[in-house]
């Protein structure tokens, strides 16, 4: 099946400043990459997703990047604030996995007022 | 209020006793799933469903059921729990597989 991998697993920023997390997957025919955010407590919530056949995608603050040939994906963060604090996890799917996703291990964004 | 809701939110269980643990959404989404989240790991898919009769295994089935005999509902059973499936719990869903997947607010499981 397929494998995701996340780093860092622990991020500390100042606010203001930006955030970067990235995210490798094995299955090259993965084609759907969703970012989820995970409050304390709480289930998590889609931020922001990507598809295979576009390279970036932005909404206000958040972006996500895709590289297809080096099977990797990135979310920014820019002018990060202090309820930007949460755990954050991406994810991979992918017609050869059927309709099954792959998350990684997560990463604890901690913003510094 | 589109959402999804599990219950319980909390249980404590002794190992061997079945349990079911519910999840229902009221936005006619087809795809249904359940994940395990432990600490280090992340989200671990369990089993997933398509439509109403349809569930497939994800990553981590063993010692899990599920049905889906209603589109609104998707039970996980476990029929003899282990200390190894004390974790917390989310059900997703979504309108198909490729979109944004709405969670519950999470089930703690204990099994002593």
């Known amino acids: 099946g397929e494998n995701v991998e996340q780093h860092p697993s622990t991020l500390s920023v100042q606010e203001g400043d930006s955030a970067v997390i990235k995210c490798t997957y094995s299955?090259?025919?993965?084609?759907?990459f969703p970012w989820y955010k995970q409050e304390l407590g709480k289930g998590p919530q889609l931020i922001i997703d990507?598809?295979?056949?576009?390279g970036e995608k932005k909404d206000q603050r958040i972006a996500v990047t895709l590289n297809k040939t080096a099977k990797h994906f990135s979310l920014h963060i820019t002018e990060t604030q202090p309820e930007d604090s949460a755990v954050y996890f991406c994810?991979?799917?992918?017609?050869?996995?059927?309709?099954?996703?792959?998350f990684g291990t997560g990463t604890s964004l901690t913003v510094i007022p | 209020e589109a959402q999804v809701t599990q219950n319980p939110r909390y249980l404590i269980t002794v190992t061997g006793k079945k349990l079911t643990v519910t999840c229902s959404q009221n936005?006619?989404?087809?795809?249904m799933s359940w994940y395990r989240q432990d600490p280090g790991l992340g989200l671990r898919q369990i089993y997933y469903?398509?439509?109403?009769?349809?569930?497939d295994k994800g990553d981590v089935p063993e010692g899990y059921k599920v049905s889906r005999k209603e589109k609104r509902n998707f039970p996980l059973i476990l029929e003899s729990p282990s200390p190894n499936q004390t974790s917390l719990y989310f059900c997703?869903?979504?309108?198909?597989?490729?979109?944004?997947?709405?969670f519950g607010p999470g089930t703690r499981l204990t099994v002593l």
């Open positions: 299955d090259s025919a993965s084609n759907y």
């Open positions: 936005m006619n989404h087809e795809y």
């Open positions: 994810a991979a799917k992918g017609e050869r996995t059927g309709n099954q996703f792959y």
């Open positions: 469903s398509m439509n109403v009769e349809v569930t």
């Open positions: 990507i598809r295979s056949n576009v």
């Open positions: 997703a869903s979504s309108a198909v597989s490729y979109n944004e997947q709405f």
